[in-house]
């Protein structure tokens, strides 16, 4: 077991070589890509106990960052990173400061109008291109460092495969590291009795602040690469309180605080959804062409077959969520618990 | 005048407010359960009532009470499948069950019948008069009415009725009033039952005047959380006036600055409330 997480990491690294088609490389992209929001999500979830809904403030924080100064400046995410982390920090903690005061609900219901206002805020604002979004103009590189440089690769999806092998290698890491420490006993201690931890004199409001920022800076990181390798931004898919639930259920799916929850949670959901999203997509075209104006019942279930309206996606993962919620409250690690 | 003209629009949509937050309030108080998808049960009368008018030609003044019938049927199906299991459940999984039911209403609704938004075609409850300088949009005017008349009726069954002091009892203490003789589990089904009915009632009479969408339910359900927060939560008549002042801080920051602001005004009020009160305006420290 001690090999596991490195057996693993060269499995992953070896992935792309083996499936070398762009879908099924895409599909484990955005894994990583979940996997390691949701154990940046676990630190101040699981870790501390602070349940936020509020998460895709981060998310959006560095998308949009990432999209706004690529298509005024041409300056990609290598170089505006440390910006993107700076306003991450200093929202992380004007949303603390006040929110951190307040338990259970109150706390949650806090980070979700937190979240909306956030949304009615850049869904107005016209330098972020409003309810429709920024896109990243196209661009084409002349050599491998300018490709780099402005983080596009036409042919490949190799550097942004790595690129996020990376950013969840980090974000695991970061969370053993913290858990193991002094930090992570502190932080453990906030979540199971807070008010015996602040009595010993255990500054819990800092400690929740440092949880917080940690937390938003790797969601932050994963905005501004989604945003790069999407190359389009806008608010409904990026700081929306869908993404929110969708960031903290995939830690809550696979155990909430657990080490490898999220990332087995998020090599489940994921997969699920993009197959799913990928198998209807063109059989919904063809389902909203026409079927319904022949009318009649017939058109409407072919209609049906061919995926209706859409968002089946989102379908199924709202029914995961109320069956795990339902049955197995204790996340997918639950299961796996019993047996010992 | 103007500003009698806002306290007043302030006022009438807050009604609605109020309506929708007591529904929220009455299953939090007898369950401690926050439901994130009550707004999606609005969508869902919303679309009954679309339904029925193109349909059956019935408008949705007169359809509201079969879409209460229906919305309480459903409301007991909810709990039947999904919330009796999750009363000694934790906190976060309460919660994600009433999230993952507010992804999943809103998926189904647009699976079934797209994202388009739809108006109910002809209504009984039209046009617009003035009285004392006043403007009045009689639609506004009927859903505001109608949505205080079906808070009296809440508030005298739960107050004044056997069966709704039996549900009190079930909320104060489950234990002693299982030794009383009050089988709880009926309460809680009909706890879920009134507040789904009760937001149907709101869906109703908001759709003789507003389009059907699948995310139309949040822009309701979220300040109605705030009104349940100023009313102090599990609080009905806290709810009542909370949807009230909602309503009027919405319309008055919508009239300060522009309408498509006005929801920001409502969330900051719930963090000044749970930062300063954390019981409601009128509930105890």
Redesign the interface.
């Known amino acids: 077991m001690r090999f596991a997480p490195a057996v693993l990491i060269v499995l992953l690294a070896a992935y792309p070589l083996v499936a070398t088609l762009p879908f099924p490389q895409h599909i484990v992209i955005m894994a990583l890509l979940f996997a390691t929001m949701g154990t940046a999500w676990n630190i101040l979830g699981g870790l501390a106990g602070q ?1 936020s ?1 509020g998460h895709a403030v981060y998310f959006g924080i560095g998308a949009y960052t990432a999209a706004y100064f690529y298509k005024h400046f041409a300056l990609s995410a290598l170089a505006t990173w440390p910006l993107a982390l700076l306003i991450s920090t200093a929202a992380s903690v004007v949303i603390g400061l ?2 951190f ?2 338990r ?3 706390f ?3 980070s ?3 979240m ?2 956030v949304y ?2 850049v869904s ?1 604002s016209a330098t972020l291109g409003a309810g429709i979004g920024l896109e990243l103009p196209v661009y084409r590189a002349k050599d491998w460092t300018d490709a780099l440089w402005h983080l596009q690769f036409r042919d490949s999806k190799l550097p942004f495969y790595y690129a996020a092998l990376v950013l969840f290698v980090a974000a695991l890491g970061t969370f053993e590291w913290i858990r193991r420490r002094r930090l992570g006993l502190i932080l453990t201690a906030v979540r199971e009795e807070e008010d015996a931890a602040r009595s010993l004199g255990v500054d819990t409001m800092r400690y929740k602040l440092v949880a917080l920022i940690v937390s938003a800076a790797f969601t932050t990181l994963c905005g501004m690469f989604y945003a790069h390798y999407v190359q389009y931004v806008e608010p409904i898919s990026t700081t929306s ?2 993404v929110s ?1 969708e960031i903290a ?1 995939i830690a ?1 799916f696979g155990g ?1 605080g657990t080490v490898w929850g999220p990332t087995l949670a998020a090599f489940v959901i994921i997969p699920l959804t993009e197959l799913l999203r990928a198998y209807l997509s063109g059989r919904i075209a063809i389902g ?1 062409a026409g079927t319904l104006q022949d009318g009649g019942l017939l058109a409407y279930l072919k209609y ?1 077959a061919a ?6 996606d ?2 199924i ?10 049955f197995q ?1 204790r996340g997918m690690l639950g299961f796996f618990r019993r047996l010992d | 005048m103007i500003y009698a003209q806002v306290v007043v629009d302030g006022i009438i949509v807050g009604l609605v407010f109020a309506l929708v937050a007591m529904g929220l309030s009455l299953i939090y108080g007898v369950m401690n359960i926050v439901n994130f998808a009550h707004g999606e049960f609005m969508m869902i009368a919303m679309y009954l009532c679309f339904f029925m008018a193109v349909g059956l030609g019935l408008d949705p003044l007169a359809s509201a009470p079969i879409v209460a019938l229906a919305m309480f049927a459903f409301g007991v199906l909810v709990y039947r499948l999904v919330a009796r299991h999750l009363l000694e459940a934790s906190m976060i999984a309460q919660m994600f069950a009433t999230f993952g039911m507010l992804l999943f209403f809103q998926a189904l609704v647009n699976f079934l019948w797209k994202a388009d938004t739809r108006s109910v075609p002809d209504n009984w409850s039209t046009g617009n008069f003035s009285v004392a300088g006043l403007f009045f949009n009689t639609p506004e005017l009927v859903a505001s009415l109608g949505a205080l008349a079906t808070a009296i009726v809440l508030f005298w069954f739960i107050n004044r009725t056997e069966t709704g002091l039996a549900l009190q009892a079930a909320a104060e203490d489950p234990q002693v009033a299982r030794l009383l003789g009050v089988n709880t589990d009926r309460m809680y089904a009909l706890t879920w039952g009134l507040s789904a009915a009760t937001v149907g009632v709101a869906g109703a009479l908001l759709s003789t005047f507003l389009p059907v969408y699948p995310l139309v339910g949040t822009n309701w359900a979220l300040p109605a959380f705030v009104a349940v927060a100023i009313g102090g939560f599990g609080s009905i008549t806290g709810a009542f006036w909370g949807g009230i002042i909602v309503g009027l801080v919405q319309t008055v920051g919508g009239f300060a600055t522009s309408p498509n602001y006005k929801l920001l005004f409502v969330y900051g009020l719930y963090l000044l409330i749970v930062l300063l009160r954390p019981h409601g305006l009128m509930g105890k420290r």
């Open positions: 349940v809904i006040p929110t005061r307040l259970g609900h109150y949650v219901l806090a979700v109008f937190i909306q206002a009615v805020i107005n309180l869908v639930i259920f809550i909430i909203l049906y995926g209706g309206g859409g968002q089946i989102l379908l993962y709202g029914l995961i969520i109320i069956l795990i919620a339902r409250p």
